[in-house]
């Protein structure tokens, strides 16, 4: 079995590791001699994880998949204050009720692609998930600053680059805002000293809160802890990874449906291919090797692959297939074939018996932005109903119904099928 640190060289996760710090592979050498327990952290500012929380999944899954135990920390208590981090603005304040909300749907999530305990145990060597409010929400202020302000440094405090950029932006830097970095070092310190957690991973933004916990576990308990921390990944073209014209990309599929899911790796820029391959999917590097080779036409079949496994990795194998099997039947056949993976809206039949402008049905499908937008698709002959290009001004009825349903698409890559609400 490969090593944790390289596995995760070779799929591209490392930006820097405390080792970088002339700590002469000290973590290099922890990994190699015995189980490490290690965290990554989240926040529940959704009830769905997206595309860009991926990467610090992923790194969890081959920390556990190398022989180590992860530990994934959701964020009740931190999460009531917000990351400053990568923001210009203060984050929108969530309340406690919808924090909880967020973290149930977070910890089902996490179970798919992680082999988790119901619980901290020990004697257990899977990972676990855990409530960072279980030890933030009672602590006593005074006693807080007594024992913990003492050890941080408001000077390295100051010197981060997300607090920089927040103190030279117009909004400035909310004093709650400044006090999540010693909160992300508590939670490290307490994770050590419960769990025996030695590990921390996470985006590179969060380098001086993570090294911040360090040193506190350093002061406080006398103790090694390392970190690991992740490039800030974005598309060839620039785009923040879990984005898309339509906006975020959810895990979950109520949010974004396995065949939309499937659609925004199947059509991920050929620059992206094989380093999305080697970071979103548990291919042996060696299966994806002649993947990334392919180009032209032929690249068509690595991100046949990866939109595949990245699919079947999030929504199962049997979801992948209906995805897949959808996308070639639509690509190939117009609107034939077997489209019930298709995201699907319902119109009532009395609507449709008297008759709805095709452009207000892509609104509705969520294939165009407005129905400005859907009258100039269709202007450019990019607007088509069951695999023919319509006219602006065309009208869907009863009388475009196949096999029980009508299917729009936008372009070349946006579907919607349109069914009987009352059928």
Same mark, same amino acid.
Request: a neutral charge; proline letters at 3%; hydrophobic letters at 40%.
């Given at each position: 079995m490969?090593?944790?640190?390289?596995?995760l060289?070779?799929?591209?996760?490392?930006?820097?590791?405390?080792?970088?710090?002339?700590?002469?592979?000290?973590?290099?050498?922890?990994?190699a001699?015995?189980?490490?327990?290690?965290?990554?952290?989240?926040?529940?500012?959704?009830?769905?994880?997206?595309?860009?929380?991926?990467?610090?999944?992923?790194?969890?899954?081959?920390?556990?998949? $190398?022989?180590?135990?992860?530990?994934?920390?959701?964020?009740?208590?931190?999460?009531?204050?917000g990351?400053? #981090?990568?923001?210009?603005?203060?984050?929108?304040l969530?309340?406690?009720?919808?924090?909880?909300?967020?973290?149930?749907?977070?910890?089902?999530?996490?179970?798919?692609?992680?082999?988790?305990?119901?619980?901290?145990?020990? #004697?257990?060597?899977?990972?676990?998930?855990?409530?960072?409010?279980?030890?933030?929400?009672?602590?006593?202020?005074?006693?807080?600053?007594?024992?913990?302000?003492?050890?941080?440094?408001?000077?390295?405090?100051?010197?981060?680059?997300s607090?920089?950029?927040?103190?030279?932006?117009?909004?400035?830097?909310?004093?709650?805002?400044?006090?999540?970095?010693?909160?992300?070092?508590?939670?490290? %310190?307490?994770?050590?000293?419960?769990?025996?957690?030695?590990?921390?991973?996470?985006?590179?933004?969060?380098?001086?809160?993570?090294?911040?916990?360090?040193? %506190?576990?350093?002061?406080?308990?006398?103790?090694?802890?390392?970190?690991?921390?992740?490039?800030?990944?974005?598309?060839?073209?620039?785009?923040?990874?879990?984005?898309?014209?339509?906006?975020?990309?959810?895990?979950?599929?109520?949010?974004?449906?396995?065949?939309?899911?499937?659609?925004?790796?199947?059509? $991920?820029?050929?620059?992206?291919v094989?380093?999305?391959?080697?970071?979103?999917?548990?291919?042996?590097?060696?299966?994806?090797?002649?993947?990334?080779?392919?180009?032209?036409?032929?690249?068509?079949?690595?991100?046949r692959?990866?939109?595949?496994?990245?699919?079947?990795?999030?929504?199962?194998?049997?979801?992948?297939?209906?995805?897949?099997?959808?996308?070639?039947?639509?690509?190939?056949?117009?609107?034939?074939?077997?489209?019930?993976?298709?995201?699907?809206?319902?119109?009532?039949?009395?609507?449709?018996?008297a008759?709805?402008?095709?452009?207000?049905?892509?609104?509705?499908?969520?294939?165009?932005?407005?129905?400005?937008?859907?009258?100039?698709?269709?202007?450019?002959?990019?607007?088509?109903?069951?695999?023919?290009?319509?006219?602006?001004?065309?009208?869907? $009825?009863?009388?475009?119904?196949?096999?029980?349903?009508i299917?729009?698409?936008?372009?070349?890559?946006?579907?919607?099928?349109?069914?009987?609400?009352?059928a």
């Amino acid at each position: 079995m490969k090593d944790l640190l390289t596995v995760l060289r070779e799929r591209g996760f490392i930006e820097k590791t405390s080792d970088d710090e002339g700590e002469e592979k000290l973590l290099e050498k922890l990994l190699a001699s015995k189980r490490v327990t290690g965290y990554a952290g989240f926040d529940p500012t959704a009830p769905s994880f997206h595309v860009g929380n991926l990467v610090p999944i992923m790194a969890l899954v081959h920390l556990q998949r $190398t022989g180590h135990r992860p530990i994934a920390v959701l964020g009740g208590g931190t999460g009531l204050v917000g990351d400053p #981090s990568g923001k210009s603005e203060l984050r929108k304040l969530l309340g406690s009720t919808e924090v909880l909300t967020n973290l149930e749907a977070q910890r089902e999530q996490l179970s798919r692609y992680l082999d988790l305990a119901p619980g901290p145990d020990s #004697s257990d060597s899977r990972g676990f998930v855990v409530n960072n409010a279980d030890w933030l929400s009672g602590l006593n202020y005074i006693e807080f600053l007594r024992d913990i302000g003492r050890h941080i440094s408001v000077n390295r405090m100051l010197a981060a680059e997300s607090v920089q950029l927040r103190l030279q932006s117009e909004s400035g830097l909310s004093f709650l805002e400044f006090n999540y970095s010693i909160l992300q070092a508590y939670d490290f %310190l307490v994770l050590n000293q419960r769990y025996d957690c030695e590990l921390q991973v996470g985006g590179n933004d969060q380098w001086g809160n993570i090294v911040a916990g360090i040193d %506190l576990i350093r002061r406080v308990a006398r103790r090694k802890a390392h970190c690991i921390t992740f490039p800030l990944i974005t598309t060839a073209g620039g785009r923040k990874m879990g984005k898309s014209e339509a906006g975020a990309i959810w895990l979950d599929a109520a949010r974004t449906s396995p065949y939309e899911f499937y659609q925004y790796w199947i059509n $991920t820029d050929d620059r992206d291919v094989g380093r999305f391959l080697r970071m979103f999917t548990l291919l042996d590097p060696e299966e994806i090797a002649p993947l990334e080779r392919l180009s032209g036409a032929d690249i068509r079949e690595a991100k046949r692959v990866l939109a595949h496994e990245a699919t079947a990795l999030t929504h199962g194998e049997a979801e992948a297939k209906k995805a897949e099997e959808a996308a070639v039947s639509l690509f190939s056949a117009g609107a034939a074939g077997d489209t019930a993976a298709v995201p699907t809206i319902a119109v009532a039949t009395s609507a449709l018996r008297a008759g709805m402008p095709a452009v207000e049905l892509a609104v509705q499908g969520g294939i165009a932005d407005s129905k400005g937008a859907a009258r100039r698709l269709a202007g450019q002959k990019g607007l088509y109903a069951n695999g023919e290009a319509i006219a602006a001004d065309r009208v869907i $009825t009863l009388a475009d119904l196949k096999d029980g349903a009508i299917v729009l698409r936008a372009g070349k890559k946006k579907h919607v099928r349109v069914v009987l609400e009352d059928a």
